[in-house]
Protein backbone atom coordinates (compact mmCIF):
# COMPACT_ATOMS: atom_id res chain seq x y z
CA UNK A 1 0.00 0.00 0.00
CA UNK A 2 0.75 3.72 -0.39
CA UNK A 3 2.01 5.21 3.21
CA UNK A 4 1.93 8.93 4.05
CA UNK A 5 4.47 10.61 2.53
CA UNK A 6 4.92 8.50 -0.56
CA UNK A 7 1.36 9.62 -2.28
CA UNK A 8 2.12 11.52 -5.82
CA UNK A 9 0.56 14.72 -3.71
CA UNK A 10 3.76 14.37 -0.99
CA UNK A 11 6.13 13.51 -3.65
CA UNK A 12 5.18 17.17 -5.20
CA UNK A 13 5.90 18.40 -2.23
CA UNK A 14 9.38 17.02 -2.00
CA UNK A 15 13.31 18.83 -2.56
CA UNK A 16 14.87 18.17 -6.14
CA UNK A 17 17.44 15.37 -5.34
CA UNK A 18 15.31 13.05 -3.59
CA UNK A 19 14.65 9.55 -4.48
CA UNK A 20 10.93 8.72 -4.83
CA UNK A 21 8.71 5.60 -5.92
CA UNK A 22 5.29 6.58 -7.29
CA UNK A 23 2.42 4.04 -7.95
CA UNK A 24 -0.49 5.04 -9.98
CA UNK A 25 -2.27 5.18 -13.35
CA UNK A 26 -1.47 6.30 -16.32
CA UNK A 27 -3.21 9.68 -17.77
CA UNK A 28 -1.50 10.63 -20.62
CA UNK A 29 1.97 9.68 -22.70
CA UNK A 30 4.14 12.14 -24.89
CA UNK A 31 7.19 10.58 -26.79
CA UNK A 32 9.80 12.94 -27.74
CA UNK A 33 13.47 12.46 -29.00
CA UNK A 34 14.57 9.50 -27.25
CA UNK A 35 12.86 10.13 -24.35
CA UNK A 36 9.20 9.32 -22.84
CA UNK A 37 6.95 11.42 -20.69
CA UNK A 38 4.10 10.25 -18.68
CA UNK A 39 1.63 12.06 -16.61
CA UNK A 40 0.60 10.08 -13.81
CA UNK A 41 -1.89 10.00 -11.10
CA UNK A 42 -2.73 8.28 -7.97
CA UNK A 43 -5.84 10.26 -7.01
CA UNK A 44 -3.91 12.07 -4.14
CA UNK A 45 -4.13 14.84 -5.75
CA UNK A 46 -5.27 16.85 -9.25
CA UNK A 47 -1.96 17.70 -10.62
CA UNK A 48 -0.22 14.78 -12.32
CA UNK A 49 3.17 13.61 -11.55
CA UNK A 50 5.17 13.93 -14.74
CA UNK A 51 7.51 10.95 -15.02
CA UNK A 52 10.70 10.99 -17.38
CA UNK A 53 11.97 7.68 -18.99
CA UNK A 54 15.21 8.69 -20.93
CA UNK A 55 16.45 6.64 -23.48
CA UNK A 56 18.66 4.39 -21.23
CA UNK A 57 15.97 3.28 -19.15
CA UNK A 58 13.53 3.09 -22.36
CA UNK A 59 16.30 0.84 -23.93
CA UNK A 60 16.58 -1.36 -20.55
CA UNK A 61 12.65 -1.77 -20.06
CA UNK A 62 12.51 -3.02 -23.62
CA UNK A 63 10.17 -2.13 -26.55
CA UNK A 64 7.55 -4.69 -25.03
CA UNK A 65 7.37 -3.55 -21.71
CA UNK A 66 7.08 0.34 -23.10
CA UNK A 67 4.43 -0.44 -25.34
CA UNK A 68 2.19 -1.29 -22.28
CA UNK A 69 2.47 2.15 -20.68
CA UNK A 70 -0.68 3.53 -22.15
CA UNK A 71 -3.50 5.91 -20.45
CA UNK A 72 -5.05 3.49 -17.94
CA UNK A 73 -1.92 1.83 -17.20
CA UNK A 74 -1.18 0.21 -13.53
CA UNK A 75 2.44 2.02 -13.35
CA UNK A 76 4.75 1.95 -10.24
CA UNK A 77 8.42 3.96 -10.88
CA UNK A 78 10.78 4.38 -9.15
CA UNK A 79 13.44 7.33 -10.00
CA UNK A 80 14.90 10.64 -8.33
CA UNK A 81 13.12 14.05 -8.40
CA UNK A 82 14.16 16.95 -10.41
CA UNK A 83 13.60 20.50 -11.23
CA UNK A 84 11.32 20.17 -14.67
CA UNK A 85 13.07 22.46 -17.29
CA UNK A 86 9.12 22.27 -19.27
CA UNK A 87 6.02 24.18 -18.42
CA UNK A 88 3.69 23.27 -16.28
CA UNK A 89 5.67 21.59 -13.24
CA UNK A 90 8.16 22.47 -11.45
CA UNK A 91 9.40 18.68 -10.46
CA UNK A 92 9.36 15.19 -12.45
CA UNK A 93 10.53 12.23 -11.54
CA UNK A 94 13.68 11.03 -13.70
CA UNK A 95 12.68 6.78 -13.81
CA UNK A 96 15.59 4.56 -13.10
CA UNK A 97 13.06 1.46 -12.60
CA UNK A 98 9.61 0.98 -14.10
CA UNK A 99 7.00 -2.06 -13.92
CA UNK A 100 3.74 -1.89 -15.42
CA UNK A 101 1.96 -3.41 -13.00
CA UNK A 102 -1.75 -4.00 -14.92
CA UNK A 103 -1.98 -2.35 -18.61
CA UNK A 104 -5.26 -1.40 -19.87
CA UNK A 105 -4.92 -1.60 -24.05
CA UNK A 106 -5.23 1.21 -25.93
CA UNK A 107 -7.65 -0.36 -28.68
CA UNK A 108 -10.24 -0.60 -25.96
CA UNK A 109 -9.62 1.10 -22.97
CA UNK A 110 -12.71 3.25 -22.42
CA UNK A 111 -11.52 6.45 -21.36
CA UNK A 112 -9.40 8.59 -23.29
CA UNK A 113 -7.73 11.79 -23.13
CA UNK A 114 -10.68 13.35 -25.21
CA UNK A 115 -13.38 15.18 -23.27
CA UNK A 116 -16.44 12.67 -22.73
CA UNK A 117 -19.95 13.48 -22.27
CA UNK A 118 -21.38 13.31 -18.69
CA UNK A 119 -23.69 10.83 -20.01
CA UNK A 120 -20.76 8.80 -21.62
CA UNK A 121 -19.17 8.83 -18.42
CA UNK A 122 -21.52 7.93 -16.07
CA UNK A 123 -21.55 4.57 -18.53
CA UNK A 124 -18.50 4.04 -17.10
CA UNK A 125 -18.54 4.38 -13.54
CA UNK A 126 -16.45 1.79 -12.73
CA UNK A 127 -13.50 4.11 -14.83
CA UNK A 128 -14.69 8.04 -14.41
CA UNK A 129 -13.17 8.42 -10.88
CA UNK A 130 -9.74 8.13 -12.46
CA UNK A 131 -10.86 11.03 -14.61
CA UNK A 132 -9.78 14.97 -14.19
CA UNK A 133 -13.54 15.74 -13.20
CA UNK A 134 -14.43 12.89 -10.83
CA UNK A 135 -10.89 12.66 -8.91
CA UNK A 136 -11.79 16.41 -8.31
CA UNK A 137 -15.55 16.02 -7.21
CA UNK A 138 -14.89 12.97 -4.71
CA UNK A 139 -11.88 15.08 -3.34
CA UNK A 140 -14.09 17.37 -2.54
CA UNK A 141 -16.57 15.28 -1.20
CA UNK A 142 -14.19 13.16 0.74
CA UNK A 143 -12.95 16.85 2.36
CA UNK A 144 -17.09 17.53 2.78
CA UNK A 145 -17.86 14.95 4.92
CA UNK A 146 -14.52 14.98 7.28
CA UNK A 147 -15.51 18.65 7.80
CA UNK A 148 -19.62 17.54 8.88
CA UNK A 149 -17.88 15.32 11.51
CA UNK A 150 -15.67 17.86 12.63
CA UNK A 151 -18.23 20.75 12.88
CA UNK A 152 -20.40 18.64 15.20
CA UNK A 153 -17.55 17.17 16.90
CA UNK A 154 -15.88 20.26 18.16
CA UNK A 155 -19.55 21.34 19.42
CA UNK A 156 -20.39 18.01 21.26
CA UNK A 157 -23.15 16.37 19.26
CA UNK A 158 -23.63 12.60 19.51
CA UNK A 159 -22.91 10.83 16.57
CA UNK A 160 -26.09 8.46 15.94
CA UNK A 161 -26.47 5.73 13.48
CA UNK A 162 -29.92 5.46 12.50
CA UNK A 163 -31.32 2.22 11.17
CA UNK A 164 -31.84 2.40 7.33
CA UNK A 165 -34.64 -0.53 7.32
CA UNK A 166 -37.94 1.17 9.57
CA UNK A 167 -41.43 1.17 9.89
CA UNK A 168 -42.48 4.65 9.82
CA UNK A 169 -42.39 7.03 7.30
CA UNK A 170 -40.49 10.19 8.72
CA UNK A 171 -41.66 12.89 5.77
CA UNK A 172 -45.34 10.88 5.79
CA UNK A 173 -44.79 11.84 1.63
CA UNK A 174 -45.02 7.90 0.77
CA UNK A 175 -41.90 7.74 -0.89
CA UNK A 176 -40.87 4.52 0.41
CA UNK A 177 -39.10 1.59 -1.00
CA UNK A 178 -40.05 -1.66 0.56
CA UNK A 179 -38.47 -4.05 2.13
CA UNK A 180 -39.31 -7.76 2.00
CA UNK A 181 -38.10 -11.19 2.27
CA UNK A 182 -41.58 -12.68 0.98
CA UNK A 183 -42.03 -14.34 -2.32
CA UNK A 184 -43.00 -11.85 -5.11
CA UNK A 185 -44.56 -14.70 -7.24
CA UNK A 186 -46.56 -16.47 -3.97
CA UNK A 187 -47.37 -13.54 -2.07
CA UNK A 188 -49.77 -14.88 1.28
CA UNK A 189 -53.17 -12.93 1.58
CA UNK A 190 -55.24 -12.36 5.20
CA UNK A 191 -59.14 -13.46 3.95
CA UNK A 192 -59.81 -9.67 2.82
CA UNK A 193 -57.06 -10.76 -0.03
CA UNK A 194 -54.52 -8.14 1.34
CA UNK A 195 -50.97 -8.95 1.18
CA UNK A 196 -50.54 -10.73 4.80
CA UNK A 197 -47.29 -9.05 5.80
CA UNK A 198 -47.83 -10.61 9.83
CA UNK A 199 -46.04 -13.73 7.57
CA UNK A 200 -42.99 -11.01 6.11
CA UNK A 201 -39.68 -10.85 7.66
CA UNK A 202 -40.16 -8.25 10.70
CA UNK A 203 -44.01 -9.28 10.87
CA UNK A 204 -45.06 -6.08 9.08
CA UNK A 205 -44.11 -3.77 6.46
CA UNK A 206 -41.27 -2.11 6.47
CA UNK A 207 -39.32 0.32 4.27
CA UNK A 208 -35.80 2.04 3.34
CA UNK A 209 -35.78 4.95 5.66
CA UNK A 210 -36.14 8.18 4.39
CA UNK A 211 -34.58 9.73 6.95
CA UNK A 212 -33.11 9.29 10.28
CA UNK A 213 -35.00 12.40 12.37
CA UNK A 214 -37.32 10.30 14.22
CA UNK A 215 -34.62 8.36 15.58
CA UNK A 216 -32.45 11.11 15.52
CA UNK A 217 -34.79 12.88 17.98
CA UNK A 218 -34.76 10.00 20.51
CA UNK A 219 -31.22 10.49 20.86
CA UNK A 220 -31.27 14.70 21.39
CA UNK A 221 -33.90 13.75 24.11
CA UNK A 222 -31.00 11.76 25.84
CA UNK A 223 -27.77 13.07 24.56
CA UNK A 224 -28.27 16.36 23.98
CA UNK A 225 -27.35 17.41 20.64
CA UNK A 226 -27.24 14.33 18.23
CA UNK A 227 -26.60 14.27 14.51
CA UNK A 228 -26.89 11.51 11.99
CA UNK A 229 -24.96 11.19 8.50
CA UNK A 230 -26.11 8.72 6.48
CA UNK A 231 -27.77 6.93 3.00
CA UNK A 232 -31.78 7.87 2.97
CA UNK A 233 -34.03 6.57 0.06
CA UNK A 234 -36.91 7.93 -1.89
CA UNK A 235 -39.02 6.25 -4.03
CA UNK A 236 -40.34 9.71 -6.06
CA UNK A 237 -40.11 9.66 -10.03
CA UNK A 238 -38.48 12.15 -10.15
CA UNK A 239 -36.34 12.50 -12.85
CA UNK A 240 -34.12 15.71 -12.39
CA UNK A 241 -31.00 17.04 -12.36
CA UNK A 242 -31.14 17.48 -8.18
CA UNK A 243 -33.20 14.35 -7.39
CA UNK A 244 -31.81 10.60 -6.44
CA UNK A 245 -33.36 7.61 -5.15
CA UNK A 246 -30.70 7.20 -2.94
CA UNK A 247 -28.78 9.82 -1.30
CA UNK A 248 -26.83 11.18 2.07
CA UNK A 249 -28.25 13.32 4.43
CA UNK A 250 -26.86 14.70 7.74
CA UNK A 251 -29.23 15.13 10.38
CA UNK A 252 -28.42 17.87 13.35
CA UNK A 253 -31.31 17.38 16.19
CA UNK A 254 -30.93 19.76 19.09
CA UNK A 255 -32.75 19.41 22.43
CA UNK A 256 -33.39 22.93 24.16
CA UNK A 257 -33.56 24.55 21.05
CA UNK A 258 -36.61 26.43 18.78
CA UNK A 259 -36.24 27.59 15.33
CA UNK A 260 -34.33 30.68 15.94
CA UNK A 261 -31.85 28.49 17.10
CA UNK A 262 -31.97 25.94 14.03
CA UNK A 263 -31.84 28.45 11.80
CA UNK A 264 -27.94 29.24 14.00
CA UNK A 265 -26.65 26.10 13.81
CA UNK A 266 -27.91 25.81 9.95
CA UNK A 267 -26.29 29.28 8.91
CA UNK A 268 -23.34 28.39 10.89
CA UNK A 269 -22.91 25.19 9.49
CA UNK A 270 -23.10 25.76 5.80
CA UNK A 271 -20.70 28.35 5.73
CA UNK A 272 -18.25 26.40 7.69
CA UNK A 273 -18.48 23.78 5.61
CA UNK A 274 -18.15 25.91 2.21
CA UNK A 275 -15.00 28.11 4.37
CA UNK A 276 -13.39 24.57 4.61
CA UNK A 277 -13.67 23.79 0.89
CA UNK A 278 -12.67 27.05 0.04
CA UNK A 279 -9.31 26.43 2.28
CA UNK A 280 -8.57 22.79 1.23
CA UNK A 281 -9.75 22.21 -2.02
CA UNK A 282 -7.83 25.11 -4.11
CA UNK A 283 -6.41 22.87 -6.75
CA UNK A 284 -9.69 21.31 -7.61
CA UNK A 285 -11.60 24.42 -7.31
CA UNK A 286 -9.20 26.02 -10.23
CA UNK A 287 -10.47 23.11 -11.85
CA UNK A 288 -13.77 23.89 -11.57
CA UNK A 289 -13.81 27.32 -11.85
CA UNK A 290 -11.80 26.67 -15.78
CA UNK A 291 -13.95 23.58 -16.69
CA UNK A 292 -17.20 23.99 -15.24
CA UNK A 293 -18.44 26.61 -13.95
CA UNK A 294 -16.77 30.17 -13.64
CA UNK A 295 -18.56 31.48 -11.02
CA UNK A 296 -18.11 28.65 -8.64
CA UNK A 297 -15.54 30.32 -6.09
CA UNK A 298 -17.69 33.47 -6.04
CA UNK A 299 -20.54 31.94 -5.23
CA UNK A 300 -19.09 30.01 -2.40
CA UNK A 301 -17.18 33.34 -0.96
CA UNK A 302 -20.65 34.77 -1.24
CA UNK A 303 -22.48 32.84 0.64
CA UNK A 304 -20.01 31.59 3.29
CA UNK A 305 -19.36 35.36 4.07
CA UNK A 306 -23.01 36.81 3.97
CA UNK A 307 -25.71 36.64 6.38
CA UNK A 308 -28.59 34.59 5.27
CA UNK A 309 -31.67 36.64 5.02
CA UNK A 310 -34.80 35.64 6.60
CA UNK A 311 -38.51 35.56 5.37
CA UNK A 312 -41.67 34.01 6.30
CA UNK A 313 -43.40 32.05 4.27
CA UNK A 314 -46.15 34.75 3.43
CA UNK A 315 -43.60 37.16 2.59
CA UNK A 316 -42.12 34.67 0.65
CA UNK A 317 -45.41 34.46 -1.58
CA UNK A 318 -45.72 38.70 -1.66
CA UNK A 319 -42.16 38.71 -3.59
CA UNK A 320 -43.33 36.24 -6.04
CA UNK A 321 -46.67 38.14 -6.78
CA UNK A 322 -44.98 41.13 -7.02
CA UNK A 323 -42.67 39.67 -9.55
CA UNK A 324 -44.42 39.94 -12.65
CA UNK A 325 -43.19 36.75 -13.90
CA UNK A 326 -44.99 34.10 -16.06
CA UNK A 327 -44.32 31.04 -13.75
CA UNK A 328 -44.92 27.95 -14.85
CA UNK A 329 -46.35 26.78 -11.78
CA UNK A 330 -48.53 29.53 -10.49
CA UNK A 331 -47.91 31.48 -7.09
CA UNK A 332 -50.67 31.03 -4.35
CA UNK A 333 -50.88 30.80 -0.84
CA UNK A 334 -50.71 27.62 0.34
CA UNK A 335 -48.77 26.20 -2.61
CA UNK A 336 -45.51 24.17 -2.36
CA UNK A 337 -42.43 26.96 -3.32
CA UNK A 338 -41.08 25.38 -6.46
CA UNK A 339 -37.42 25.57 -7.53
CA UNK A 340 -38.49 28.32 -9.93
CA UNK A 341 -39.72 30.01 -7.47
CA UNK A 342 -36.77 29.55 -4.84
CA UNK A 343 -34.32 30.30 -7.18
CA UNK A 344 -35.92 33.79 -8.08
CA UNK A 345 -36.20 34.47 -4.53
CA UNK A 346 -32.74 33.81 -3.53
CA UNK A 347 -31.13 35.05 -6.83
CA UNK A 348 -32.85 37.62 -8.06
CA UNK A 349 -35.32 38.96 -5.49
CA UNK A 350 -32.98 39.19 -2.39
CA UNK A 351 -29.72 37.89 -3.88
CA UNK A 352 -28.13 36.55 -1.01
CA UNK A 353 -29.14 32.62 0.63
CA UNK A 354 -32.38 32.89 2.57
CA UNK A 355 -33.99 31.20 5.17
CA UNK A 356 -37.70 30.68 4.66
CA UNK A 357 -39.86 30.10 7.55
CA UNK A 358 -43.06 29.28 8.70
CA UNK A 359 -44.81 27.64 5.97
CA UNK A 360 -48.40 26.52 5.70
CA UNK A 361 -49.07 23.31 7.63
CA UNK A 362 -50.45 21.72 5.06
CA UNK A 363 -47.56 21.58 2.94
CA UNK A 364 -45.29 20.67 5.37
CA UNK A 365 -44.62 17.17 7.85
CA UNK A 366 -46.94 15.74 10.42
CA UNK A 367 -43.85 16.29 12.85
CA UNK A 368 -43.28 20.05 12.25
CA UNK A 369 -44.08 22.50 15.32
CA UNK A 370 -47.93 24.16 14.69
CA UNK A 371 -47.79 27.84 14.98
CA UNK A 372 -50.35 29.95 17.32
CA UNK A 373 -51.91 30.99 14.60
CA UNK A 374 -52.62 27.08 13.48
CA UNK A 375 -52.17 27.64 9.93
CA UNK A 376 -48.48 27.96 9.81
CA UNK A 377 -46.23 25.39 11.15
CA UNK A 378 -42.57 26.21 12.73
CA UNK A 379 -40.72 25.08 9.40
CA UNK A 380 -37.44 26.29 8.02
CA UNK A 381 -35.63 25.52 4.44
CA UNK A 382 -32.47 27.50 3.10
CA UNK A 383 -32.29 28.44 -0.06
CA UNK A 384 -29.41 29.38 -1.99
CA UNK A 385 -28.62 30.88 -5.16
CA UNK A 386 -28.27 28.16 -8.21
CA UNK A 387 -29.89 25.09 -6.49
CA UNK A 388 -32.48 26.51 -4.42
CA UNK A 389 -33.43 24.30 -1.43
CA UNK A 390 -30.47 22.87 0.22
CA UNK A 391 -31.62 22.19 3.51
CA UNK A 392 -35.30 21.34 4.95
CA UNK A 393 -35.54 21.74 8.83
CA UNK A 394 -38.06 23.03 11.70
CA UNK A 395 -38.88 23.02 15.66
CA UNK A 396 -40.23 19.46 16.73
CA UNK A 397 -44.07 19.45 17.75
CA UNK A 398 -43.22 18.32 21.41
CA UNK A 399 -46.48 18.74 22.58
CA UNK A 400 -48.08 15.00 22.87
CA UNK A 401 -52.29 16.16 22.11
CA UNK A 402 -50.76 18.18 19.22
CA UNK A 403 -49.09 15.90 18.06
CA UNK A 404 -51.48 13.25 18.12
CA UNK A 405 -53.93 15.40 15.88
CA UNK A 406 -51.49 16.35 13.45
CA UNK A 407 -51.04 13.01 12.62
CA UNK A 408 -54.45 12.30 12.29
CA UNK A 409 -54.44 15.49 10.09
CA UNK A 410 -52.45 14.21 7.66
CA UNK A 411 -54.03 10.88 7.48
CA UNK A 412 -51.28 8.70 9.05
CA UNK A 413 -51.90 6.00 11.22
CA UNK A 414 -51.07 6.20 15.05
CA UNK A 415 -49.48 2.73 15.69
CA UNK A 416 -46.10 2.89 14.39
CA UNK A 417 -45.43 6.51 15.71
CA UNK A 418 -46.06 5.09 18.90
CA UNK A 419 -42.79 5.34 20.44
CA UNK A 420 -42.29 8.86 18.81
CA UNK A 421 -45.44 10.28 20.46
CA UNK A 422 -44.44 8.48 24.03
CA UNK A 423 -41.21 10.36 23.75
CA UNK A 424 -43.55 13.45 24.10
CA UNK A 425 -45.10 12.10 27.44
CA UNK A 426 -41.87 11.65 29.25
CA UNK A 427 -39.09 14.47 29.54
CA UNK A 428 -40.34 16.24 26.45
CA UNK A 429 -38.91 19.66 25.83
CA UNK A 430 -38.32 22.44 22.70
CA UNK A 431 -36.24 20.87 20.23
CA UNK A 432 -35.49 21.16 16.69
CA UNK A 433 -33.02 20.04 13.71
CA UNK A 434 -32.22 19.73 10.13
CA UNK A 435 -31.52 18.07 7.12
CA UNK A 436 -28.71 19.08 4.65
CA UNK A 437 -28.72 16.81 1.52
CA UNK A 438 -25.09 15.93 0.88
CA UNK A 439 -25.02 15.81 -2.85
CA UNK A 440 -27.00 19.05 -3.35
CA UNK A 441 -23.79 20.58 -1.38
CA UNK A 442 -21.64 18.82 -3.14
CA UNK A 443 -23.08 20.39 -6.51
CA UNK A 444 -22.93 23.52 -5.31
CA UNK A 445 -19.02 23.25 -4.08
CA UNK A 446 -18.00 21.73 -7.86
CA UNK A 447 -20.67 23.65 -10.04
CA UNK A 448 -21.75 20.23 -11.61
CA UNK A 449 -24.98 20.65 -13.10
CA UNK A 450 -26.12 17.13 -12.20
CA UNK A 451 -26.67 15.79 -9.14
CA UNK A 452 -26.07 11.76 -10.73
CA UNK A 453 -22.06 12.79 -11.37
CA UNK A 454 -21.30 13.85 -7.29
CA UNK A 455 -22.34 10.44 -5.70
CA UNK A 456 -20.12 7.47 -6.83
CA UNK A 457 -23.24 5.17 -8.19
CA UNK A 458 -25.99 6.88 -8.67
CA UNK A 459 -29.50 5.48 -7.88
CA UNK A 460 -32.55 7.03 -10.40
CA UNK A 461 -35.16 5.79 -12.19
CA UNK A 462 -34.74 3.30 -14.02
CA UNK A 463 -30.48 2.77 -12.98
CA UNK A 464 -28.80 0.99 -10.16
CA UNK A 465 -25.68 -0.12 -12.02
CA UNK A 466 -22.78 -0.68 -10.64
O1 LIG B 1 -36.50 18.54 3.14
P1 LIG B 1 -36.27 17.08 3.43
O2 LIG B 1 -37.20 16.09 2.86
O3 LIG B 1 -36.19 16.97 5.01
C1 LIG B 1 -36.14 15.84 5.75
O4 LIG B 1 -35.97 14.72 5.34
C2 LIG B 1 -36.15 16.10 7.24
N1 LIG B 1 -36.47 14.84 7.92
C3 LIG B 1 -34.82 16.68 7.65
C4 LIG B 1 -34.77 16.99 9.13
O5 LIG B 1 -35.43 17.92 9.55
N2 LIG B 1 -34.02 16.23 9.89
O6 LIG B 1 -34.79 16.70 2.95
C5 LIG B 1 -33.66 17.40 3.45
C6 LIG B 1 -32.68 17.73 2.34
C7 LIG B 1 -33.23 18.62 1.25
O7 LIG B 1 -33.17 19.98 1.60
C8 LIG B 1 -32.31 18.29 0.10
O8 LIG B 1 -31.06 18.97 0.23
C9 LIG B 1 -32.05 16.81 0.30
O9 LIG B 1 -32.31 16.53 1.66
N3 LIG B 1 -32.93 15.96 -0.54
C10 LIG B 1 -32.51 15.29 -1.62
N4 LIG B 1 -31.32 15.19 -2.22
C11 LIG B 1 -31.22 14.40 -3.30
N5 LIG B 1 -32.24 13.69 -3.82
C12 LIG B 1 -33.46 13.72 -3.25
N6 LIG B 1 -34.47 12.99 -3.76
C13 LIG B 1 -33.64 14.56 -2.10
N7 LIG B 1 -34.70 14.83 -1.30
C14 LIG B 1 -34.23 15.67 -0.35
MG1 LIG C 1 -37.65 19.77 1.96
Not at 73 to 98: I, K, M
Not at 132 to 159: C, D, K, M, P, W
Not at 324 to 339: I, N
Amino acid sequence: MIRPGEYIRDILQSAAGERHTARGWVKTRRDGKGVHFVQLNDGSVFRDLQIVLDHEVASRLGKAVLDLITTGACLEVTGVLVDSPGSGQSLELRAEEATVHGPAPAATYPLQKKGHTMEYLREIAHLRSRSNTFGAVFRIRNVVSYAIHRFFQERGFLYVHTPIITASDCEGAGALFGVTALDLQALPRTTEGAVDFSQDFFGKPAFLAVSGQLEAEIFALAFSNAYTFGPTFRAENSNTPRHLAEFWMIEPEMAFCDLAGDMAVAEEFLQFLLRDVLERCDEDLDFFEKRIDPTVRDTLRHVAETPFEHLTYTEAIALLEQADRDWEYPVVWGGDLQAEHERYLTEEAVQRPIIVTDYPREIKAFYMRMNDDGRTVRAMDVLVPRIGEIIGGSQREERADVLLSRLKDCGLPEEPYWWYRELREYGSVAHAGFGLGLERLIMYCTGMKNIRDVIPFPRTPGSADF
